[in-house]
């Protein structure tokens, strides 16, 4: 929690990209320091994290957000279609896209990489040494909520009610995907979509919740089950594999 506290401290004006950026990669930076402390402490296999095989965590985060993406935005222009919700551009259309392009970055170093490198990697892998494998996804989720109330993140209306079953799909995410790779892509894509069209002034959007809630959550949820609980049958996972930077 002091991590993020402190990261977010330097951001005074939340508007500029370089102060946000380096808030990022305060908050990564130190995530990851602890994260390795806490191993060394432990003596535990880095492993544990999710992280054993680079080459698939880095297929994971790509293939996270590309089945987000494709699971979402079609939803999403269905809901437009039947007129159940609505999405007007005001303004510029450059500036909407320079919009999204530094928050890719924001992010991916402020939210999606250290929040699941301590809770779907850390907490949930070591949690899983001790508790069967759904219960330590229930664990890290507990974790997860303490920690977003303790800074400040659950203020906003509806945030109790999406960010329970938020950690849950993240858990269950990194659980079926033998690693935390397809957590990472989905937060990433979530949230960078998410704060694109509600949380900068580039666009109005009516019934903004119906849109959260089944294109943005439900349908990819549902979709990354089917997916993640095939591939994991077919996966045999090594839980004490070293670790590889292929």
């Known amino acids: 929690m002091g991590i993020w506290k402190a990261g977010l401290s330097l951001v005074p004006d939340a508007t ?33 994290l999710g992280l054993a095989r680079m080459r698939d965590v880095l297929c994971g985060v790509l293939g996270g957000a590309a089945l987000w993406l494709l699971t979402a935005v079609p939803m999403t222009a269905l809901l437009l279609w039947l007129g159940v919700a609505e ?42 040494r001790w508790l069967s494998p759904w219960l330590a996804v ?17 203020a906003a209306p509806g945030q109790w009610s999406f960010l329970p079953g938020f950690a849950l799909i993240l858990g269950g995410l990194r659980l079926m995907g033998g690693n935390l790779g397809w957590p990472i892509g989905f937060h990433a894509a979530l949230m960078v979509a998410t704060q694109w069209l509600l949380a900068h002034g ?16 439900a349908l990819p949820s549902a979709v990354y089950g089917m997916v993640l609980s095939t591939h994991a049958s ?6 004490g594999e070293a670790v590889s930077l292929e």
Not at 101 to 127: H, K, N, W
Not at 138 to 154: D, H, K, S
Not at 234 to 239: G, L
């Open 16 to 48: 500029s990209p370089a102060q946000r950026l380096l808030a990022g990669c305060v908050i990564s930076t130190l995530a990851l320091v602890l994260v390795v402390l806490a191993l060394r402490r432990d003596r535990l296999d880095p492993s544990v």
């Open 87 to 128: 999405v007007r551009m005001v303004g510029d259309g450059f500036a909407a896209l320079a919009t999204l392009a530094i928050l890719i970055p924001v992010v991916l170093l402020i939210e999606a990489i250290p929040e699941e490198l301590v809770f779907r990697g850390y907490v949930q892998g070591s949690a899983a």
């Open 138 to 154: 229930v664990a890290q989720a507990a974790f997860f909520l303490l920690f977003a109330w303790a800074i400040g993140a659950t």
């Open 202 to 217: 580039h666009f109005v959007v009516h019934n903004a919740m119906t849109i959260q809630v089944l294109a943005f959550v």
């Open 234 to 239: 077919k996966v045999k996972r090594e839980p």
